[in-house]
């Protein structure tokens, strides 16, 4: 199927480190979303990319489209306690309307 | 609003007992869908549906059914419960387009023994 590959599968860092997310595709994207979920919860939608080379912020969080469109990142500045969860990304699918979502990243933060 | 409410939050069944997961939404998405959620494979989609009558298989569909009788509900169905059903089960919804972020409900925790 199209699936994104999202690396790495865990990330353990210490608070104030950086961390950063990608999710790869053989294919060009239309667009795709980032989702966090906090541990025991359900993913909340973070923001979707669209434009080839886009870049967008949020406080801490840098999300990037490639200039393909086959990639993206999320990157976090200084983490902190609350940013641990897993991290997924997720594109469209076969020109329907369906989302297929990323393995995720599982991030741990050690205060 | 409510949002995206599903229930039950926890079920345990039998091995080839059936049960049904209900999901509401009162924001008037049009997309509805249910994926399923195991440690280290991510969320996988299971059936989505993109209208009142309509209904396709995402990933992994074996042994779920669904249907889409109105635009607000969209129960998934378990025929005959397996224990490689047992997951955490969400179902999510949205506006249909480009824009569309998805709303999840709080999920529901199923164990088959």
């Known amino acids: 199927g199209q699936q994104v590959m999202q690396i790495p599968q865990y990330q353990h860092v210490q608070e104030g480190e950086d961390f950063t997310t990608y999710c790869n595709s053989s294919?060009?994207?239309?667009?795709i979303q980032w989702y966090k979920q906090r541990p025991g919860g359900h993913p909340v939608f973070l923001i979707q990319?669209?434009?080839?080379?886009e870049v967008k912020k949020q406080k801490r969080l840098t999300f990037q489209f490639g200039e393909a469109k086959k990639n993206s990142s999320l990157h976090i500045t200084a983490t902190q306690t609350t940013d641990v969860g897993t991290y997924f990304c997720?594109?469209?699918?076969?020109?329907?309307?369906?989302?297929?979502f990323g393995k995720g990243t599982k991030l741990t933060v050690n205060p | 609003n409510a949002g995206v409410t599903q229930t039950p939050k926890f079920q345990v069944l039998k091995t080839g007992q059936s049960m049904t997961l209900q999901c509401a939404q009162d924001?008037?998405?049009?997309?509805m869908s249910w994926y399923r959620q195991d440690p280290g494979m991510g969320l996988r989609l299971i059936h989505y549906?993109?209208?009142?009558?309509?209904?396709d298989q995402g990933e992994v569909p074996n042994g779920y059914n669904v249907s889409r009788s109105t635009t607000e509900d969209f129960p998934l169905r378990l025929l005959s419960a397996a224990p490689s059903q047992t997951s955490v089960y969400f179902c999510?919804?949205?506006?249909?387009?480009?824009?569309?972020?998805?709303?999840f409900g709080e999920g529901s925790r199923l164990t088959v023994l």
């Open positions: 999510a919804s949205r506006s249909t387009g480009l824009a569309g972020e998805l709303f």
């Open positions: 294919t060009t994207l239309s667009n």
């Open positions: 990319l669209v434009k080839s080379g």
């Open positions: 997720a594109r469209p699918s076969g020109g329907s309307e369906k989302l297929v």
């Open positions: 924001m008037n998405h049009e997309y």
């Open positions: 549906s993109v209208g009142a009558g309509i209904t």
